[in-house]
């Protein structure tokens, strides 16, 4: 992958693009979440975590 960061722009609003659209097609909600914290959030309750590693 190219450290380019408008090849990584494009290929990245590419891959929204395609993620939107389709499921439309078949009548799929899709839904744009911020980024921040996704990855402590709890998949099976929803609980996030508020501790930030410093």
Do not use: H
């Not at 389709?22 to 996030?48: H, L």
């Amino acid at each position: 992958m190219s450290n380019d960061t408008k090849i990584q722009q494009w290929a990245f609003g590419l891959i929204v693009e395609i993620v939107s659209y389709k499921p439309t097609e078949y009548g799929i909600f899709v839904d744009n979440v911020p980024s921040e914290y996704t990855s402590q959030e709890c998949s099976r309750c929803g609980y996030t975590s508020i501790a930030v590693a410093t």
